[in-house]
């Protein structure tokens, strides 16, 4: 039953993305495949940007999040709304570049604004990075899945690997027309599943009510609704708390695959209503920290102690067959839809920005994205087979990786009488000898406890950024990194 229900939900949503994304596409181009061909308007684009943040990461991760340490949890209500306060004025400026300039990536961006196809390589690298580690939290997500369906006798290997097939299946067949699709598919089931979990699970464990039990977390784990939570020892305290939100919010739109969704938009207005109602998502968050207190109550322990396995352990003890199917089908959707976009963003740029360039090429090779996509997709198996924490973390990881191209991004539309691609160059390499070296950790430990690491690089790297241009001051009229 578990199977058969995961399966119909997964393959009716996937056959329907596709037919309706080969319906609306005109051309099989990379614009096409890539953007939705400038054209998608306020409705598609909120599936499809909600899409890509209400992933894995948003109900697995912080449920499991919850479930382990409780407090540091509400993480996950100020940056959406942070996030989206900085999309009000990024996205619409973004948007404008792509469409005066006809670009397809964010490398695009830098190349053209700064006027260094170089920069434009270093920036597709350094975005890559982030990306890959992106796709790691999908397929650890997606294999939990897999395991939970098919049973124990999918190790962890075979249900990686599997989960990576079935994601880049989606991809070759797929555009971001329908994973558009299947974005709003994904997010009315999570509502729906989400709600159902919710108005039941006090009774699944015996509890009155709500409240209750968050009561009896409370009194099973004393100081557990409460900063730092229920491990003090983590260091997750208010200023962790404080820190991390703010760098989630100023690196949010800085990865390649939401960057690059500005281009998408059909216009500015679909951007900036988009930025004014998606917060509203962010409420779904109480009834998800909820479940990961209720998994806690229950005395529910996932696999080895997972807390990306929390939720999804439960609900197979606890709830009918039926319903465990449909909370695997949405699972998979959770992390095929967001997958299929940060894949079809790393073949995007990597023969774009960095074959082309390098080669000659033409820049627009779908044969060389597709194929591309198959190596990213190898990487992020590795990665993902190595790894050992939690979604959450992980997620933490890559927001502080590509936070490093903000600054060069926001003072190319700010400042572009100074900004140069020299200084963006600096800027990177200060922010990630800051992030990455075990000495500078070691140092910011000291300086600055329980902050978040990604903050404290993206602060050195504007400095340096903002420190070159002042040192090398250029005539009124003069081009960005020239």
């Given at each position: 039953?578990i199977?058969?229900?995961?399966?119909?939900?997964?393959?009716a949503?996937?056959?329907?993305?596709?037919i309706y994304?080969?319906?609306?596409?005109r051309?099989?181009?990379?614009?096409?495949?890539?953007?939705g061909?400038?054209?998608?308007?306020?409705?598609i684009?909120?599936?499809?940007n909600a899409g890509e943040i209400?992933?894995?990461?948003a109900?697995?991760g912080?449920?499991?999040?919850?479930?382990?340490?409780g407090?540091p949890?509400?993480?996950?209500?100020?940056?959406?709304?942070l996030a989206?306060a900085?999309?009000y004025?990024?996205m619409?400026r973004?948007?404008?570049?792509?469409?005066?300039?006809?670009?397809?990536t964010?490398?695009?961006?830098?190349a053209?604004r700064?006027y260094a196809p170089w920069?434009?390589?270093?920036?597709a690298i350094?975005?890559l990075?982030a990306?890959?580690?992106y796709?790691?939290v999908q397929?650890?997500a997606?294999?939990?899945?897999?395991?939970?369906?098919?049973?124990a006798?999918?190790?962890?290997t075979?249900s990686?690997?599997l989960a990576?097939?079935?994601m880049?299946?989606?991809v070759f067949l797929?555009?971001l027309?329908s994973a558009a699709?299947a974005a709003?598919?994904?997010?009315v089931?999570m509502i729906?599943?989400v709600v159902?979990l919710?108005?039941?699970?006090a009774g699944?464990?015996?509890a009155?009510?709500?409240?209750d039990?968050?009561a009896?977390?409370?009194a099973?784990?004393p100081?557990?609704?409460a900063f730092?939570g229920?491990q003090?020892?983590?260091?997750l305290?208010t200023?962790?708390?404080?820190?991390?939100?703010l760098?989630?919010?100023?690196?949010?739109?800085?990865?390649?695959?939401?960057?690059?969704?500005?281009?998408a938009?059909s216009?500015p207005r679909a951007?900036r209503?988009n930025?004014i109602w998606?917060?509203?998502?962010?409420?779904?968050y109480?009834f998800i920290i909820?479940?990961?207190f209720?998994?806690?109550v229950?005395?529910?322990?996932?696999?080895?102690g997972?807390?990306n396995?929390?939720?999804?352990?439960f609900?197979?003890?606890r709830y009918?067959?039926?319903?465990v199917?449909l909370m695997?089908?949405?699972?998979?959707?959770l992390?095929l839809?967001p997958g299929?976009?940060l894949?079809m963003?790393?073949?995007?740029?990597f023969a774009?920005?960095i074959?082309?360039p390098?080669?000659?090429?033409?820049g627009d090779d779908l044969r060389?994205s597709?194929l591309?996509?198959?190596?990213?997709?190898?990487i992020?198996?590795?990665l993902?087979?190595?790894?050992?924490?939690s979604?959450?973390?992980v997620?933490l990881?890559?927001?502080?990786?590509i936070?490093?191209?903000?600054?060069?991004a926001v003072?190319?539309?700010?400042w572009?009488?100074?900004?140069?691609?020299?200084g963006?160059?600096a800027?990177l390499a200060?922010?990630?000898?800051?992030?990455?070296l075990?000495?500078a950790?070691?140092?910011?430990k000291?300086?600055l406890?329980?902050?978040?690491p990604?903050?404290i690089?993206?602060?050195l790297?504007?400095?340096t950024?903002?420190l070159?241009?002042?040192?090398a001051p250029r005539?009124a009229?003069?081009p960005?990194g020239a």
């Open positions: 039953m199977v058969f229900v995961a399966g119909l939900v997964l393959l949503t996937m056959a329907g993305a596709i994304g080969r319906r609306q596409a051309a099989q181009s990379v614009e096409e495949w890539a953007i061909g400038r054209r998608l308007g306020l409705l684009f909120w599936f499809v209400y992933t894995t990461f109900v697995l912080i449920s499991g999040f919850a479930w382990a340490y407090a949890a509400y993480l996950s209500f100020t940056s959406v709304s989206s900085v999309a004025w990024l619409p973004v948007w404008a570049a792509g469409r005066r300039d006809g670009l397809v964010q490398a695009d961006f830098f053209t700064y920069l434009g390589v270093v920036v350094a975005g990075f990306t890959i580690v796709v790691e397929l650890t997606l294999s939990l899945v897999l395991q939970l369906t098919v049973g006798g999918a190790g962890k075979l990686v690997i990576a097939v079935l880049l299946a989606f797929a555009g027309r699709f709003g598919v994904k997010d089931l729906l599943l159902a919710s108005l039941t699970v699944r464990m015996g009155t009510s709500l409240f039990v968050f009896r977390a409370e099973l784990r100081g557990i609704g730092p229920a003090p020892a983590a260091g305290s200023t962790w708390f404080i820190t991390s939100a760098n989630v919010a100023a690196s949010t739109w800085f990865f390649p695959h939401m960057f690059q969704l500005s281009y938009a216009g951007l209503q930025a998606q917060p509203l998502y962010s409420l779904s109480f909820l479940l990961g209720a998994v806690l229950a005395g529910v322990q996932p696999p080895a997972d807390p396995a929390a939720l999804l352990t609900v197979a003890q009918p067959a039926w319903l199917g695997a089908g949405t699972a998979c959707l992390a839809v299929s976009v894949l963003t790393s073949g995007t740029i774009r920005n074959v082309a390098l080669t000659g090429r033409h060389i597709r591309s996509m198959i190596g990213f997709a190898a992020a198996v590795y993902t087979l190595g790894a050992s924490q979604i959450v973390k997620g990881s890559a927001y502080a990786s936070g490093m191209l903000a600054p060069g003072l190319a539309l700010i572009p009488q100074r900004a140069r691609a020299s963006v160059l800027g200060v922010g990630y000898c800051a992030l990455l075990p000495a950790q070691a140092l910011w000291i300086l406890p329980e902050w978040e990604g903050l690089a993206l602060a790297n504007l400095a950024v903002l070159v241009g002042l040192a005539a009229g003069q960005a």
